[in-house]
C-alpha cells in the first residue's frame, strides 16, 4: 500500500466533471423511481387485482430499503473504493428495474423494489463523497449545485413522464426505460471513472449491532408515519412501530456511543455548521416532498384534472429550478452559505404560504406561481447546505457524513409525506363537522339554497323523490368539497411554519466559506490526486 501512496494516480483534465455527469445520471434515475410510480398505481392495482393496503408496498418497500441501506455505503468505500460501489449500485438497479417490468404478480414485483432501492440508496451517498474528494472546497458549492439537478429533477419530472408512459405504453414500461439507461451509465462508469483504491482508508471492523439497531429504528418510524393514516395513530400496528422505532433508537445510541467504530459518527452533531444544516435539512425535506405529493392530490381529486396533466403542473418550475442550481452553488462558493440559506427559508415558507388560498377556482398560472417561487428557495437552500455540511468535517469523515445527510433527507421527505397527510386528514374532519354545523344554524338559508337545486334538477326530467335525493347528494358533496379546500389550506399554512421555524436556525452556518479543521491544504491535495 505504501509504494501505491508514493504514486498517485493521474487524473486526466476534466475528469471530475466526467464523474459528475455519470453521477448525477444515475442519481436521476434512482430519485426518479421514487415517484414514476405513483401515477401508475391504479393501472398496476388492475393489473394484479390488487388492493390498495397491499399496493402501498411498492412504494414503502422501496422507501424502507432506500433509506435503510444507505449507512452500509461508509463502511464499504472503506472496503472496496468508490468506483466498485457505485458500478455495482447501478448494475442492482438496472436489474431491479427489469424485474420489475417482468414481475408476474404483486410479491415478485415488492421484492424487485427492494432490488432497485439496494442500488438507489447506495448512489446518492456514494455520489456526494466521491464529489467532495473531487473537488477543491472553492468549488464544491457548484459542483453540490450540478448534482442537485439529478436529485431534484427526478422526483419533480416522475409524474409527468409516469403518466405519460403509463397512459400509452403500460405501466411496466416506466421501469423497462431504466434498461438501455442503466446500461450506458455502467459502462461509463467501468470505462471513466479511475479505481480509487489508493486512497482507501484502514479496513474496519464492521458495527453489526449499531447497524442492526438502526435498521430497527428507521424501519419501525418510517413504516410508522407511512401507515399511519391508513392504520389508524392510535392502533396496535402504529404503536407497535413506533414502540420498536424508539427501542432501535435507545439501542443505536447505547451502542454507537460505545464501540470504537460506529456505523454512524454521532460525533458529527457536535459540529454546529453539521447540527443546523441537518435542521435546516428536515424541514426543506418536509416543504418539498409534503408540496410533491398533496399538488397532484388536490389537482386530481379537487379540480378533476389527469395524471398527465398534474404531472405537467409541476414541469415549469422544475426545469427553471434545473437552471438555478448551478448558478446558486456558484453563489455559494463567493458568499459563504449563512446568506443563500436564509433567504431560502423565508422564500420555501413564503412559497407554501402562497398556497394557504388555493381554492377550485385557482387559475393555472396561480398554480404554478407558488412552485416557480419555490424553485427559488429550494435552489438557495440545498447546494448551500450541501457544501457547508461536507466543508464542516474532516475528509477522513465525508463518507459517513454523505450517508448521514441523505437518511436525513429521507427521513425528512416521509416525515413531510405522513405529516402532511395527517394533518389533511384532521383537518377535514374538523371543518366537515364546522361546515355540517353551519349548515343547521342558518336552517333559512340552506333550504332557500336547497330548495333551488331541487326544481332545476325536477325541471331536467326527474320525479320529485328522485330529485330530493340527487339534491342532497349534491349539496354533501358541495359540503365535502369545501371542508377539502379548507383542509388544502389549513396543512400549507402549517407547513409554512414549520419551515419558518428553522430561519433562525440558519443563523448558525457559517457566513463565509468554511475548511474543515485538522485537513491542511497539502493532505487535501493529496487525496484529491492534484
Known amino acids: ?105 404483486l410479491p415478485t414485483l415488492i421484492l424487485a423494489r427492494v432490488i432497485q432501492a439496494v442500488g438507489g440508496g447506495a448512489m446518492q451517498p456514494t455520489g456526494m463523497a466521491l464529489l467532495t474528494e473531487l473537488f477543491p472546497p472553492k468549488e464544491r458549492g457548484r459542483a453540490m449545485g450540478m448534482m442537485g439537478i439529478g436529485i431534484i429533477l427526478g422526483p419533480a419530472i416522475g409524474p409527468t413522464l409516469g403518466g405519460y408512459l403509463t397512459d400509452y405504453f403500460g405501466w411496466r414500461s416506466i421501469f423497462m426505460i431504466n434498461l438501455p439507461i442503466g446500461i450506458i451509465a455502467t459502462f461509463a462508469a467501468m470505462e471513466l471513472m479511475m479505481n480509487d483504491e489508493p ?50 433508537f435507545i439501542g443505536f445510541m447505547l451502542v454507537e456511543l460505545h464501540v470504537d467504530n460506529p456505523i454512524i459518527d454521532l460525533s458529527l452533531f457536535k459540529i454546529p455548521t453539521f447540527a443546523a444544516a441537518s435542521a435546516i435539512t428536515v424541514a426543506r425535506s418536509i416543504g418539498l416532498f409534503g408540496s410533491l405529493f398533496l399538488i397532484p ?32 452553488g456558484g453563489l455559494a462558493d463567493k458568499v459563504g452559505p449563512r446568506t443563500p440559506s436564509i433567504i431560502g427559508c423565508i422564500i420555501v415558507a413564503y412559497s407554501l404560504y402562497l398556497y394557504r388560498f388555493i381554492d377550485l377556482n385557482t387559475s393555472y398560472w396561480g398554480l404554478i406561481y407558488p412552485m416557480m417561487v ?108 369545501s371542508a377539502m379546500v379548507l383542509s388544502f389550506q389549513d396543512v400549507f399554512l402549517i407547513g409554512s411554519i414549520v419551515v419558518a421555524c428553522t430561519i433562525p436556525i440558519a443563523f448558525f452556518l457559517p457566513k463565509d466559506l468554511v475548511h474543515a479543521p485538522h485537513r491542511g491544504k497539502k493532505a487535501e491535495e493529496q487525496m484529491l490526486g492534484e
Request: aromatic share 10%; charged share 10%.
Open 297 to 328: 392530490v388536490f389537482v386530481q381529486q379537487q379540480m378533476g384534472m389527469t395524471s398527465l396533466q398534474s404531472g405537467l403542473l409541476m414541469l415549469p418550475s422544475s426545469i427553471f429550478m434545473a437552471f438555478l442550481f448551478p448558478v446558486v
Open 1 to 105: 500500500m505504501e509504494n501505491t501512496l508514493q504514486k498517485p494516480q493521474v487524473v486526466p483534465p476534466g475528469y471530475k466533471w466526467t464523474v459528475m455527469g455519470i453521477i448525477m445520471l444515475g442519481i436521476m434515475m434512482a430519485t426518479l423511481d421514487s415517484s414514476i410510480v405513483n401515477v401508475s398505481i391504479p393501472k398496476i392495482m388492475a393489473d394484479f387485482g390488487s388492493n390498495i393496503d397491499d399496493i402501498e408496498w411498492i412504494l414503502t418497500g422501496y422507501m424502507l430499503a432506500f433509506a435503510t441501506l444507505m449507512p452500509l455505503t461508509g463502511w464499504l468505500r472503506d472496503r472496496i473504493g468508490y468506483k466498485k460501489i457505485y458500478v455495482g449500485a447501478l448494475f442492482i438497479f438496472t436489474l431491479g428495474s427489469v424485474l420489475c417490468g417482468m414481475a408476474w404478480n
Open 199 to 248: 486512497h482507501r482508508m484502514v479496513k474496519k471492523p464492521f458495527d453489526f449491532w449499531g447497524f442492526g439497531f438502526l435498521g430497527v429504528f428507521l424501519v419501525g418510524a418510517l413504516l410508522g408515519m407511512s401507515q399511519g393514516n391508513k392504520e389508524g395513530w392510535t392502533s396496535i400496528y402504529i404503536l407497535t412501530c413506533f414502540t420498536s422505532a424508539v427501542l432501535g
Open 374 to 481: 419555490r424553485s427559488i428557495g429550494m435552489a438557495l437552500l440545498m447546494a448551500p447546505i450541501m457544501t457547508a455540511v461536507m466543508n464542516s468535517v474532516p475528509q477522513n469523515k465525508v463518507a459517513v457524513t454523505s450517508t448521514m445527510n441523505n437518511i436525513i433527507m429521507q427521513v425528512g421527505a416521509s416525515l413531510g409525506i405522513a405529516f402532511f397527510g395527517s394533518v389533511l386528514s384532521n383537518r377535514a374532519t374538523f371543518h366537515m363537522t364546522v361546515v355540517g354545523q353551519s349548515v343547521r344554524m342558518n336552517t333559512p338559508a340552506f333550504l332557500s339554497a336547497f330548495g333551488n337545486v331541487m326544481q332545476r334538477v325536477h325541471g331536467l326530467g326527474f320525479s320529485y323523490g328522485n330529485a330530493v335525493a340527487a339534491s342532497r347528494g349534491m349539496v354533501m358533496q358541495s359540503m365535502i368539497k
